[in-house]
């Protein structure tokens, strides 16, 4: 069985400082795991993956994040928010069939 | 190139009804998955199909729920006698297994609403 838990249901943020997410996942295997964002009011849009290649992984619009296993974690992080990184970020376990989402994060960005 | 497409995008129907939602992935994607997306659950997995296996099935919450996928492409999601509890966003994706990729890409969604 595969199960995610991410650790805050709401994170704020000013404009311009370091933005960190917390993941941490359960797996029997070794899992892939996925960041996807969804804006409001729109569709989930990939930021990254992690498939056993290398621990720290590069997404789309300035967001990595580091697989470490021997804590479980995923954590997802940008050093400077932008007020377009505001949404609801869902991070993902697979075990390379349907996939197991957390509860979601909620990234609020003030100027 | 063409993304996962789904209709109706909103769907308003009365109790007791039965709906059919519809999703085109992206052409040559092998499998296809649904999943449900509610305040109170969250995202949770469906079905899925991989090309010619038999689909997995184990995500439906009732035998109201049923799917089929056409030809290997085209999928429709049928919900019988709806309910008001099956108010959601019902999300299809679809993935690739070459390269072992598995990214799962998402439509944009159907709006059910049970009145």
């Known amino acids: 069985a595969q199960s995610v838990t991410q650790l805050d249901s709401h994170v704020s943020v000013s404009e311009g400082t370091p933005v960190l997410l917390r993941c941490n996942y359960s797996?029997?295997?070794?899992?892939?795991l996925f960041w996807y964002v969804q804006h409001p009011n729109k569709g989930l849009q990939l930021l990254l993956k992690?498939?056993?290649?290398?621990?720290l992984v590069k997404g789309i619009n300035g967001f990595e994040a580091e697989f470490k296993k021997s804590e479980t974690s995923f954590h997802l992080t940008k050093p400077s928010a932008h007020m377009s990184d505001a949404a609801e970020y869902f991070c993902v376990v697979s075990d390379q069939g349907p996939l197991t989402f957390g509860k979601g994060t909620m990234l609020l960005v003030s100027p | 190139g063409a993304g996962v497409s789904q209709s109706p995008s909103n769907k308003v129907t009365e109790k007791g009804k039965d709906v059919e939602l519809r999703c085109d992935p992206i052409s040559g994607h092998t499998a296809l998955y649904w999943y449900r997306q509610s305040l109170g659950q969250g995202l949770e997995f469906l079905i899925y199909?991989?090309?010619?296996?038999?689909?997995?099935k184990s995500g439906l919450p009732s035998d109201r729920f049923s799917a089929e996928r056409t030809g290997g492409s085209v999928s429709t999601l049928t919900i019988q006698r709806t309910q008001q509890e099956d108010s959601a966003v019902y999300l299809c994706?679809?993935?690739?297994?070459?390269?072992?990729?598995?990214?799962?890409?998402f439509g944009p969604g159907t709006r059910l609403t049970v009145t």
């Open positions: 797996s029997s295997y070794s899992p892939s």
């Open positions: 992690y498939t056993s290649a290398a621990t």
């Open positions: 199909f991989q090309g010619n296996s038999a689909p997995d």
């Open positions: 994706a679809s993935s690739s297994t070459v390269a072992l990729s598995y990214e799962q890409y």
